[in-house]
């Protein structure tokens, strides 16, 4: 039998990370809360490799309420705005930004999943929360993984992490990365923010070499679109948008909710091998993809 993926991609690296953050997070200090571990979330422009959500221990009891299915961003319209009393949902709700009849959608959707209650009276729907949405996100940590450090690499790796910087969508951004004490490895690395963190991570065991500084996640940010191409000097073809505090919080809550539904697990139920002999086998990485034929391409 051989495994359907080399022990050594960057797949089995990112499975490592994530095994890892399950079991020792955070780097050097005690666990204080809850955490969730995911991978490849994100935005449109920015997805990250390993997602780590630290969550309020009784909020996040209390989020279980609501289903293992997460909440998209148009539940999340309305769910959290649910009053305790019966109100008709426009004059409850705030204003979506698009037509009231997708809200109606949302509201009938939330109704099929028992976490929300409806009625009519007259010709007005009317809503009452079943339950109270909780504050159940702390913090939100981003991994960037990168175990093939070359000068490529790092240049590519420098320039994804000064948009987090700038963004500030998640409380602290990392790179992992194999170093260990290799010296051209560290070298490459004195090209990244310092407000990102470095994790090198060997197996299952793995070092912080350099920790992070928090980010602004409540001020507005910079979604930086496009760089110059003359250089970092060369200011004359950046595009760049203005992101508010409250798309950011929209956000972050969102990549919360898929987290909370999917894990960095769920690439077991996501996978279509073309192999009839396909199954997982628990390895030290955690759970990889095996064929008893052959390789899975």
Known sequence: MRASVDADSEFVFELQVCAWAEREWPPGRERRQPILVARQLGTKQRRWDTIVIECDPDALRARANFGLERLDSDLLDVIPYAPVEWAWYRDVLPDPGYPWQYVRESIHRAADRGILDTRKRGNRLQIRRKYLYPDWV??????????????????????????????????????ATEGGDDRSTRALLEDIPVEAG????????????????????????????????????????????????????????????????????????????????????????????????????
């Open 138 to 175: 702390e913090r939100i940590v981003a991994i960037e993984n990168k175990p093939d450090l070359d000068a490529s690499a790092a240049r590519v790796l420098a320039d994804q992490l000064q948009q987090d910087v700038a963004l500030a969508l998640a409380d602290e951004v990392w790179v």
């Open 198 to 297: 470095i994790l090198t991570v060997e197996d299952s065991f793995a070092e912080a070499i350099w920790q992070p500084r928090t980010l602004a996640v409540d001020e507005p940010g910079t979604l930086i679109e496009e760089r110059p191409s003359g250089g970092d000097h060369d200011a004359s073809a950046a595009r760049f948008d203005y992101a508010d505090p409250g798309w950011k919080g929209d956000k972050r809550l969102e990549i919360a909710e898929r987290a909370y539904e999917r894990g960095w697990r769920s690439y077991a139920d996501t996978m279509r091998p073309d192999c009839r002999h396909f199954r997982l086998i628990d390895a030290e990485s955690g759970f990889l993809p095996y064929c008893g034929e052959g390789v899975i391409e």
